[in-house]
């Protein structure tokens, strides 16, 4: 693994796919500074990664403050030049539409869309200074259309998707590289596994077939094919989905 003279920042570097993309920058050479809501809970990921040959740190983040926000890529920046920022923050509720109270429908906003709009703002004048830089948003099934209970999580998440169209159109002449990338599918998270048991009983779980359910770490492997692309032929939006899955 060759050391890199760049950071990787990874905003909701949660259990799964948030972390799964932290050790894969970090394989590849990235300083990784990692962020989430409970950040004493990023210290075994950090040993991970540490105890791997690679370089990692973390902190707790509210990334719905922006100053907050601004001091959390300001301190990613210097570890080493900000180079990749991943938005990879969730906030997948299901309320019946008379069951979604104000609260709930502000509070998922805020982390689904209007936290995506303040990483992408801040780690765009950290990147625009250097004239490169990668940003990317991670999206869902959500992002692409509405579902029974899922008015305040789909709203949220076309809006991060309309962001980042925005941003790529914005800031891909600046040789900014921003993508939206659809997870069109359940990801193998202890959450999901929950839902499907609770959905469809504990044997279902046990028998779930291949391609029902995919791996985060394929989904870090589609960040780190991103970032790859050649300058001549950026994506700007990616959707994946296991094979078994039915769209």
């Known amino acids: 693994m060759a050391a890199r003279q760049a950071t990787a920042a990874v905003i909701g570097a949660g259990d799964f796919i948030g972390a799964a993309i932290a050790r894969k920058f970090a394989a590849e050479g990235f300083t990784v500074f990692a962020g989430r809501r409970n950040g004493d809970k990023l210290a075994p990921l950090v040993a991970e990664i540490e105890k791997a040959g690679g370089r990692a740190a973390g902190r707790p983040l509210d990334a719905r403050k922006e100053e907050d926000v601004t001091s959390f890529l300001r301190e990613a920046d210097a570890q080493a030049p900000l180079e990749v920022c991943v938005f990879n923050i969730g906030a997948n509720v299901n309320f019946p539409i008379l069951e979604t109270t104000e609260r709930v429908f502000r509070k998922v906003w805020e982390l689904a869309c209007y936290s995506g709009f303040l990483a992408g703002r ?81 044997e279902a779980l046990a028998k779930l077939p291949p391609g029902r359910l995919m791996r985060p770490e394929a989904v870090a492997e589609s960040y780190w094919a991103l970032y790859n692309q050649p300058r001549d032929a950026w994506s700007s939006e990616t959707e994946i989905r296991p094979f078994g899955e039915k769209w």
């Open 122 to 202: 801040e780690a765009a004048r950290l990147m625009l200074s250097r004239g490169k830089g990668a940003i990317f948003f991670t999206g869902a099934t959500a992002s692409m259309r509405g579902g029974v209970g899922f008015a305040a999580f789909a709203s949220a998440k076309m809006g991060l998707r309309a962001v980042a169209q925005s941003m790529a159109r914005e800031l891909g002449p600046k040789n900014i590289h921003v993508a939206h990338l659809v997870i069109d599918a359940g990801v193998d998270t202890a959450w999901v596994r929950e839902r499907i048991r609770e959905r469809e009983g504990a």
